[in-house]
């Protein structure tokens, strides 16, 4: 039987039973999101803007099941299928220490810094720490922030990384160091370029750190929908949660099925920005997810989803999320399929 636990901040956690394992230059542009001239809000999406840079590159250690290598071969499949061009590619700058001190606190950075320096960094469990890896993740938040503000001028930003969502103000946890999403927030918020945003979070596991950032914040709605068995424990509410149990053979049709309420919760919130994290785990052969989605059905999923945001004229920034696939071909297949995904709705 289908378990699941839905609620506008009142979710009755479930108790876990699956404990989280082990525990990416070219001649474009480089461009800052502050360089984004602004038009006057979207009324239809005129183009889809990408962001990548080959310094997201980053290695977690050997043998780390994070495949860091899925950024450089997504953006060079995409290149060599023809799905992007070149000129579709913007390219981002880190954000500034005093960016990342829109989320998190000064002795947590600080404690990044030092480890990063100390050769035990390496050792720090399922999140290594190095000065490369940092680099890396400052550069793809400035990604993330970059895709939002390109969609708020073009309709459609897209980074080819990103959606770090277990990152908290003071902790590192699962592969995540900066939470992006909430980064580009609160940046957008700040630069007075709008206020109210909508998370929709569709990765296996729950953004744990993004709910605990927003959890107090009437401007950010969160709909998150993930596996209730599985890491993080305990989960933190959300404005609208899925949780659902991997016992209950969630497959394409029951997935999907799901999300047919966020066309209601959209009209209610009115969000000026839409922050998608398609992550590729709910896959039926992820190392890390427990749902059974075939690529088809998560292809449908991103199909969906985006093309609610251009129905509704909304700016959708997106960003990946995780992905753990035995095949780090299927992963990349999944990311690719985002993509021809926005594609097709701009035909």
């Given at each position: ?37 602004m038009s006057s ?54 954000l500034k220490d ?250």
């Amino acid at each position: 039987m289908l378990s699941a636990s839905r609620s506008f901040k009142n979710k009755n956690l479930l108790p876990g039973v699956i404990l989280f394992l082990l525990i990416g230059k070219i001649g474009f542009a480089e461009v800052s999101g502050e360089e984004v001239k602004m038009s006057s809000p979207i009324t239809k999406v005129t183009k889809a803007a990408f962001v990548w840079s080959e310094d997201y590159k980053a290695s977690l250690g050997r043998g780390h099941i994070f495949p860091t290598i899925k950024y450089q071969r997504l953006y060079s499949a995409a290149i060599k299928q023809k799905i992007l061009k070149e000129e579709d590619i913007f390219k981002p700058r880190p954000l500034k220490d005093e960016d990342l001190l829109l989320v998190h606190s000064k002795s947590y950075l600080r404690k990044l810094e030092l480890l990063a320096l100390s050769p035990l960094g390496m050792l720090n469990g399922e999140n290594p720490v190095s000065r490369q890896i940092l680099k890396a993740v400052r550069l793809s938040s400035g990604g993330t922030y970059l895709a939002c503000k390109l969609a708020l001028k073009y309709g459609i930003g897209m980074n080819l990384a990103g959606g770090f969502h277990h990152a908290s103000s003071n902790q590192e946890e699962g592969f995540c160091y900066y939470n992006d999403v909430a980064l580009a927030v609160k940046k957008l918020q700040k630069e007075d370029k709008l206020n109210k945003v909508m998370v929709i979070d569709c990765d296996v596991h729950h953004g744990n750190g993004t709910a605990m950032l927003f959890q107090d914040d009437d401007s950010v709605f969160i709909f998150d929908i993930y596996q209730e068995d599985n890491y993080p424990m305990p989960k933190v509410k959300v404005d609208y949660a899925v949780g659902l149990n991997s016992y209950a053979g969630i497959d394409d049709e029951k997935y999907l099925k799901e999300l047919t309420v966020l066309p209601n919760l959209i009209d209610k919130f009115s969000p000026e920005l839409i922050i998608y994290v398609a992550g590729a785990d709910p896959y039926k052969g992820d190392q890390l997810g427990g749902f059974n989605l075939s690529q088809e059905g998560l292809k449908k999923r991103d199909e969906y989803v985006i093309g609610l945001a251009k129905e509704k004229e909304i700016p959708v920034g997106i960003v990946l999320g995780g992905g753990y696939a035995e095949r780090i071909e299927d992963t990349i297949e999944i990311h690719l399929n985002t993509i021809k995904a926005i594609k097709s709705l701009l035909r």
